[in-house]
């Protein structure tokens, strides 16, 4: 089962969402937009990033229903699918470091992850997102955080963390996902003074 936390910083953190159940999401609900991250509701910026203007709007809504997709077709093991969310020329930097061009390829290759080295794992976000940011009114770069948990584990354990950066752009079908690098989390440098 997928699971979506909702630990977000406070420039982005949702508002209380009703079908949250101990603080996770499941593959079948939606988080709702922070406020103030753009779209109808919003005032079109997310702290600290470039106003989102113009036709495209927040990517937000549209993004995270791609990181759902994402998620249930990596815990169904699905090759195909999980390439589906990507934008045709997307780029894909793996967990191992392979860089993926195109859909076909990803596709190709994701059904060998799948299949031999990453079988029955789960795909599990813990922040969606860290940080959104609009470089251009139609381009908009999240950072999240996340893991792959091993079959039989609840959620990431504490050497597994990652932190995964998408980049979308605005296109005739809306926001689409054409670039992506997952990095492993080593916490070589001390903790921020706060």
Sequence with gaps: MFALATGANAATAPAPDPHLAGGHLTAT??????????????SGKVTGSSEATGSAGSALPQLKRLIQRQADAWNRGDGTAFANTYAEDA???TFDG???RGRPEMARNFQIYFDNYTKGTRLVFTKVPVTLRYPTPTTAVMITNGCVANPGEPEC???????QTYVAAHRQRGWELVSFQNTRVQNLLPPPRT
């Excluded at 988080?31 to 919003?42: C, K, M, N, R």
């Design 29 to 42: 609900s939606e988080l709702t937009e922070p406020t103030g991250s753009g779209g109808s509701g919003g």
């Design 91 to 93: 780029e894909f930097i």
């Design 98 to 100: 392979t860089h993926l």
């Design 157 to 163: 354990r504490p050497d597994s963390h990652s932190v």
